[in-house]
């Protein structure tokens, strides 16, 4: 079978990766992909941009792609599954209108407060409602939102309420253009984070493999957020019985409250958790797709085919699915360019890669673009294309193991200014020093 991946990061490397292994499948492309693409073995580019959803389905028609796999969240919430389905065009993804769950950040909070379903208490405002009063009456520190898509950028945390009223007007003024024209005030949880991960089809889900991401650039948790600074699969913090109760009070509620909306879910439903100190499982946010970087690590630790479980999906066969695991733990450091997450240095040679294939783990590439050989028979030269660049996968019995592996992956490589955090996985490590796992 041919597979199409859509989207031009990590998490679309490991997916790539992942398919390509399966024997049912013949080839792979990526569109647009990344350098890691186009070197993976029965992998191929193509150059179409990861939301022009009218090209991508002409070339899933005229290549005759059994499956298509959609990485990030625009082509979702643009629609790209819906065209696709009336087309006859097997894809994996939600509906643009079971997207909204990650498309809109208001309507998601109105699902859960409709629904039953634990999230922080909140309230939603545009521009003629904007009721600066309400945001002082509120306790600090507070949680500032843009209703749309603003490339993780649209969450602000408020120390004090000058700089919350600033915030929202700032986003009602145009900050991230439509995407600012609602916000969200939100109270601040306290907690431990978490990334759910599940594949649905209406009411059938498969959880796939606990995760927890590194959302601040810098170690200990400091300097500005990110889109992830790194990533480990399995989120000790996610005890079996907190897991159950996440299944129970999150996911299975959200499926059956799509389905009773009319808006029945197919693909990967990520929740972002914030687990209380008393165990609560708050929803932070949903994500109609897979996390990057999680995803790295967790199909790192996937054994199954994954387009035997993508298939399932799409033909609500879900019920009979199940996955298997490796036991490993997996911990993901991603390499970013200088100045990320700001404006990102590019066009630098990253040295090393060839070395660090020899090595145990796996590379996968995010920002990266292929240049021509210097000569005929010189190797190809892969480039920085901004933002997160790299994110170096190591495998260990334990965290501290499979965290030595991914380091040891990154010293092998170099570029100017790259830059990356010395502690991913540090809470899991802690876990484990203190005995408990
Ligand atoms: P979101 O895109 O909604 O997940 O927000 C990005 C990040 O902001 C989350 O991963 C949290 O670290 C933080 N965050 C968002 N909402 C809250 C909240 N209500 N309380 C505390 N932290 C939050
Ligand atoms: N790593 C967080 C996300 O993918 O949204």
Known sequence: MKVLIVGGGGREHALAWKCAQSPRVSAVFVAPGNAGTALEPKVENVAIAADDVAALQRFAAERAIDLTIVGPEAPLVAGLVDRFTQAGLRCFGPSAAAARLEGSKAYAKDFLRRHGIPTASYATFDAASFDSGYVRAQRLPLVVKADGLAAGKGVVICDTHDEAVAAAESMLGGRFGGAGRTVVIEEFLRGEEASFIVVARGSSVVPLATSQDHKRRDDGDAGPNTGGMGAYSPAPVVTPPLHARIMREVIEPTLRGLAADGTPYLGFLYAGLMIAPDGTPNVLEFNCRLGDPETQPILMRLKSDLTLLCEAAIDDRLAQASLEWDDRAAVGVVMAAGGYPDASAKDDVIEGLESAARLPGKVFHAGTRLAA?????????????????????????????????????????????ARYRRDIGYRAIAREAGGAR
């Open 373 to 417: 050989p210097l000569g005929a028979g010189a190797p190809p030269r892969v480039l920085t294309a901004g933002g997160r660049v790299l994110c170096a996968v190591g495998l260990g019995t334990s965290v501290v193991a499979a965290q030595k592996q991914a380091y040891d992956l990154v010293r092998e490589i170099h570029w100017d200014a």
